[in-house]
């Protein structure tokens, strides 16, 4: 297992050069030029000169790749993702302060989705036809369909200005963030739910499940200690992938209810030309979510220990 964990974190070298490169290279593409808006922050009316002044003390008159060798070695070497140029923060200060938000929703509406998926994913593959199994159906192909942020802006609607349950403006970041978990783990459930029902039936058909019943094993027994066993190891698999994801895709979600996390400051970074802020946000999502997959890759050979041989 050490030589395994060791590999995969070698592997990770490559995906965060490849990673850091493209995001270097994109933010420099972008349009507009950032010397002007960090010169128009400092003079009013900045003439080009000062454009130029500005141009050489950030460095922005090099070559990209340079630029980008500089950036690597200051992130690499001294752990430093640069300064913001919307407050002139230190990025990873910034990063540490909005992260643990975005940390509370993720592994909320990661409890909402390990809910929804188990229990209508079970009980549509143990009662096929019925009416759960219809309305599972029916949830999944409304998951699938449904945009998060406009379920979000009706969720808004109805429990902010109906009921006043959640502030509209402002979201309050000490609570527990109820509604837009809710948001995002039902827009994401109905994959996890189709999954868990499709394993869930395969394992049911097997032989050793018909050899238990035909011992009169008790069906909760079957469903829970037999079945579930042996079907969740592809659902933990895509949990840790989703996990991931509610990391790094919560920021709409973030921006429609005003909760101030990690992805709200990323997409706010964005519009203002942020580039420290947006190459940090990107490379620190990317060794999050490699980490959670193996994380979730050593859990899945703890529980199955052939998957270690592979």
């Known amino acids: 297992m050490l030589k395994y964990i060791v590999k995969r974190l070698l592997m990770l070298?490559?995906?965060?050069?490849?990673?850091?490169?493209?995001?270097?290279?994109?933010?420099?593409?972008?349009?507009?030029?950032?010397?002007?808006?960090?010169?128009?922050?400092?003079?009013?009316?900045?003439?080009?000169?000062?454009?130029?002044?500005?141009?050489?003390q950030m460095g922005f008159d090099r070559p990209v790749l340079?630029?980008?060798?500089?950036?690597?070695?200051?992130?690499?070497?001294?752990?430093?993702?640069?300064?913001?140029?919307?407050?002139?923060?230190?990025?990873?200060?910034?990063?540490?302060?909005?992260?643990?938000?975005?940390?509370?929703?993720?592994?909320?509406?990661?409890?909402?989705?390990?809910?929804?998926?188990?229990?209508?994913?079970?009980?549509?593959?143990?009662?096929?036809?019925?009416?759960?199994?219809?309305?599972?159906?029916?949830?999944?192909?409304?998951?699938?369909?449904i945009p998060e942020f406009w379920l979000g802006l009706i969720l808004l609607y109805v429990f902010g200005v109906q009921y006043r349950l959640v502030p509209v403006l402002g979201g309050n970041s000490s609570g527990l963030p109820i509604i837009p978990a809710l948001t995002i783990s039902i827009c994401s459930g109905g994959i996890y739910v189709r999954l868990v029902?499709?394993?869930?039936?395969?394992?049911?058909?097997?032989?050793?499940?018909?050899?238990?019943?035909?011992?009169?094993?008790?069906?909760?027994?079957?469903?829970?200690?037999?079945?579930?066993?042996?079907?969740?190891?592809?659902?933990?698999?895509?949990?840790?992938?989703g996990f991931g994801s509610l990391l790094a895709g919560s920021a709409i979600v973030e921006s429609v209810f005003s909760w101030n996390g990690l992805g709200k400051f990323a997409l706010e970074s964005v519009k203002l030309k942020d580039y420290p802020v947006v190459q940090g946000y990107v490379l620190f999502m990317a060794v999050l979510i490699v980490l959670i997959n193996l994380i979730v890759d050593i859990i899945c050979g703890i529980i199955d220990p052939r998957l270690k041989k592979t």
């Open 13 to 56: 070298i490559p995906v965060l050069l490849a990673v850091s490169l493209i995001t270097f290279i994109l933010g420099s593409m972008s349009s507009g030029d950032t010397a002007r808006t960090l010169a128009e922050k400092k003079h009013d009316r900045p003439t080009q000169a000062q454009i130029e002044e500005i141009r050489v």
């Open 197 to 241: 029902k499709t394993n869930m039936e395969e394992v049911l058909d097997k032989g050793f499940i018909r050899a238990a019943r035909a011992r009169g094993v008790h069906e909760y027994k079957i469903v829970t200690k037999h079945a579930l066993k042996n079907a969740i190891l592809p659902v933990l698999n895509k949990l840790g992938m």
């Open 66 to 145: 340079v630029q980008y060798i500089d950036w690597f070695e200051d992130v690499f070497k001294k752990g430093n993702l640069g300064i913001s140029y919307s407050n002139d923060e230190p990025v990873v200060n910034e990063m540490a302060r909005y992260f643990p938000k975005t940390l509370k929703l993720a592994l909320t509406a990661l409890i909402f989705l390990v809910v929804i998926a188990f229990t209508l994913g079970i009980l549509s593959a143990v009662f096929p036809e019925s009416w759960i199994d219809r309305l599972s159906r029916l949830y999944c192909f409304c998951s699938v369909s």
